[in-house]
């Protein structure tokens, strides 16, 4: 008997190791708010420089943090300053951030219905640099991608369209449009209707766009022009149902950070969609919000708001696991 519970335990024992060489587990990198679990950072997006190193825009201070994967503390490297509007400060509330092939960091701004930029130069945690307007004309700004001719392409939310911007910056102009549609979660009241939300490119110069509301990935040709066809539903899933950041591997496939999900999945060039992480309230991921690889590992923000699989037991709040932080999947 016991030597049959001590074979048992072994095999189980075996079988865990080899889930664990063959499956990616994602585990926290750093947490950016160890003080606290209770939003006082606020992270809805993530980018990398050529070195490897991660960029976070925090909502709450209008700071963005730097962090080195080898040595995971934020410093302050950059700023984007709230505004007045008729008398009223508005928050950058900072959602897609990317840089392009010159270094300098680009942010979309929804409530600013702009994009603004840090010259690479200002990237400074002794005199962190002051975001500057560079394209305006992006309401509900939200992801943001670079195509091969230096174009910018930002999403825009609930209104479908998606804008692209010039090299040069200045007024965006719509590329494509992406049809309304909402979707009411389970809680039965919450209205789901972000259709254009994350936004990247593939090897050959198709967009993608993540559609939080229906669960979907959509598929952009997009012509000399600069114009966008007619999207076209690469995939659509109950598993996508919160898809927000996405960003491809270096083999080509497609990962996405589907938030209300507290979930991972990948989309193969095929539609097909698979499940790759995804836990309780509990973390590590907490409502993931944006993906970016350095090499062959996907970090991850952590924007940890109370919605779905990332509610607390109370069905109120947020504040189980570590709240606003970065996420890592090893290869
Ligand atoms: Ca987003
Ligand atoms: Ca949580």
Not at 59 to 72: F, M, Q
Not at 111 to 118: G, I, L
Not at 228 to 240: D, I
Request: proline share 6%; aromatic share 6%; hydrophobic share 40%.
């Amino acid at each position: 008997m016991g030597v049959l519970w001590v074979m048992v335990f072994v095999l189980s024992l075996g079988g865990c190791a080899t889930m664990r060489a063959s499956d990616p587990v994602a585990s926290i990198l750093v947490d950016l708010d160890p003080a606290s679990v209770d939003r006082s950072v606020i992270v809805e997006s993530i980018t990398a420089d050529k070195e490897g190193r991660l960029y976070v825009p925090d909502r709450v201070t209008g700071n963005i943090l730097r962090v080195d994967p080898k040595s995971p503390k934020p410093v302050v490297v950059g700023r984007i300053e709230s505004r007045e509007v008729s008398g009223k400060k508005i928050n950058a509330d900072a959602s897609g951030i990317v840089f392009n092939s010159q270094g300098d960091l680009f942010i979309a701004v929804g409530p600013f219905s702009a994009v603004v930029r840090v010259r690479g130069a200002d990237l400074n945690p002794a005199k962190p640099g002051l975001a500057q307007t560079f394209a305006t004309g992006t309401p509900g700004a939200n992801g943001i991608a670079f195509d091969r001719q230096g174009n910018l392409f930002v999403s825009g939310g609930a209104s479908g369209i998606v804008y692209r911007i010039s090299p040069n910056g200045g007024v965006a102009q719509a590329a494509a449009q992406i049809d309304k549609h909402a979707r009411t979660l389970p809680d039965g009241k919450t209205q789901q209707a972000n259709v254009a939300n994350g936004v990247d490119f593939d090897a050959k110069g198709v967009l993608y766009v993540a559609d939080t509301a229906r669960g979907a990935i959509w598929q952009v040709a997009i012509g000399a022009d600069g114009k966008g066809g007619k999207p076209t539903v690469l995939a659509q899933s109950p598993l996508l149902e919160g898809a927000d950041g996405l960003a491809f591997d270096r083999g080509g496939k497609l990962w996405v950070a589907v938030n209300e999900r507290n979930a991972i999945v990948t989309v193969t060039p095929e539609g097909q969609v698979q499940q790759v992480a995804k836990n309780d309230s509990r973390g590590p991921l907490e409502f993931p919000s944006a993906i970016v690889f350095v090499g062959e590992t996907a970090y991850i923000s952590n924007y940890d708001t109370p919605r779905r699989d990332n509610l607390d037991a109370n069905g109120k709040s947020a504040l189980d696991g570590i709240g606003a932080s970065i996420a890592q999947i090893l290869p």
